[in-house]
T-cell receptor, first 112, second 111 residues
Framework: IAGITQAPTSQILAAGRRMTLRCTQD?????MYWYRQDLGLGLRLIHY???????GKGEVPDGYSVSRANTDDFPLTLASAVPSQTSVYFC???????????FGQGTRLTVV | AQKITQTQPGMFVQEKEAVTLDCTYD???????LFWYKQPSSGEMIFLIY??????QNATEGRYSLNFQKARKSANLVISASQLGDSAMYFC????????FGAGTTVTVRA
């Protein structure tokens, strides 16, 4: 089934540890995005990629890094997790500016 | 910087009535579009409707329609005949390369 998949679904992480959230899509979409959503609030853009090989910073990029080695994968890395990074993380992809984005199911991350 | 604004943090609506959610896009571009998404309490993001600035008609999808005012750069979402299942957060986003979302509006439908 075509779509976008995130892993893991949830994770409890000790502060200071490194963590990579995985995101894979099989729709051959050029654009991919990472957001964080804190409880009861909206989605804030962390990083984005408009095509394989390029990435850009969003609204809240500090403490996060991304890579886009190919079209399908867009991993998000927390180099040294801190409690303020506790959030739900959503990955999304889009086939173009006038087409809707498709979202993963989210990763619930708790940093303790 | 281009900015998307949703001014209503929360709204209550009676079942079977209509509700209008505001969204305004601060941009200098003449060509743009606005997406609306729904996020129920289960957390998934659901695409609802899209309006392009050059579309002649207001977009409509079932009970969802957009009140598009080009001069104001706003595309307000109208949900007609509200149902209990419409209780959710609603987000708008422009079709620019960053896909940044507005702060969202929480809609609660009362029986």
């Amino acid at each position: 089934i075509a779509g976008i998949t995130q892993a893991p679904t949830s994770q409890i992480l000790a502060a200071g540890r490194r963590m990579t959230l995985r995101c894979t899509q099989d729709m051959r979409h050029n654009a991919m995005y990472w957001y964080r959503q804190d409880l009861g609030l909206g989605l804030r853009l962390i990083h984005y990629s408009n095509t394989a090989g390029t990435t850009g910073k969003g609204e809240v990029p500090d403490g996060y890094s991304v890579s886009r080695a190919n079209t399908d994968d867009f991993p998000l890395t927390l180099a040294s997790a801190v409690p303020s990074q506790t959030s739900v993380y959503f990955c999304a992809s889009s086939g173009g500016e006038n087409t809707e984005a498709f979202f993963g199911q989210g990763t619930r991350l708790t940093v303790v | 910087a281009q900015k998307i604004t949703q001014t209503q943090p929360g709204m209550f609506v009676q079942e079977k009535e209509a509700v209008t959610l505001d969204c305004t896009y601060d941009t200098s571009d003449q060509s743009y579009g606005l997406f609306w998404y729904k996020q129920p309490s289960s957390g998934e993001m659901i695409f609802l409707i899209y309006q392009g600035s050059y579309d002649e008609q207001n977009a409509t999808e079932g009970r969802y329609s957009l009140n598009f005012q080009k001069a104001r750069k706003s595309a307000n979402l109208v949900i007609s005949a509200s149902q209990l299942g419409d209780s959710a957060m609603y987000f708008c986003a422009p079709n620019d390369y960053k896909l940044s979302f507005g702060a969202g509006t929480t809609v609660t439908v009362r029986a």
